[in-house]
């Protein structure tokens, strides 16, 4: 059984720096690709960031160069730092797992960003 536990969102103004976390139990962590995702109100879940095995990452255009993810796979952790954080960055932001065609998501962490 995997569980996925964000944590540190909150409320930042404008140009402000967040980072998130998100500690996953289990002991598939190191072969697994994680990623955050986001969804803002009223609109569809996207991608914000991923991190493979390998620690490949890949990012959506909107948070090129503000954002970044990293892991420590020795405490089954994934990090998101976000920096110059704007309004639009407003959402639950959201930790995944994908193992092979398993997938695994955690609770959701709202981040607001005041302007």
């Known amino acids: 059984q995997v569980r996925l536990v964000e944590s540190g969102g909150g409320l930042v103004q404008a140009g402000g720096s967040l980072r998130l976390s998100c500690a996953a139990s289990?002991?598939?962590?190191?072969?697994?690709?994680m990623g955050w995702y986001r969804q803002a109100p009223g609109k569809q879940r996207e991608l914000v960031a991923t991190?493979?095995?390998?620690?490949?990452?890949d990012y959506a255009d909107s948070v090129k160069g503000r954002f970044t993810i990293s892991r420590d796979n020795s405490k089954s952790t994934v990090y998101l730092q976000m920096n110059s954080l704007t309004p639009e960055d407003t959402a639950v932001y959201y930790c995944?797992?994908?193992?092979?065609?398993?997938?695994?998501w955690g609770q959701g962490t709202q981040v607001t960003v005041s302007s």
């Open positions: 995944n797992m994908r193992i092979g065609s398993w997938e695994y």
């Open positions: 991190i493979t095995p390998g620690s490949r990452t």
């Open positions: 289990g002991r598939s962590f190191s072969i697994a690709t």
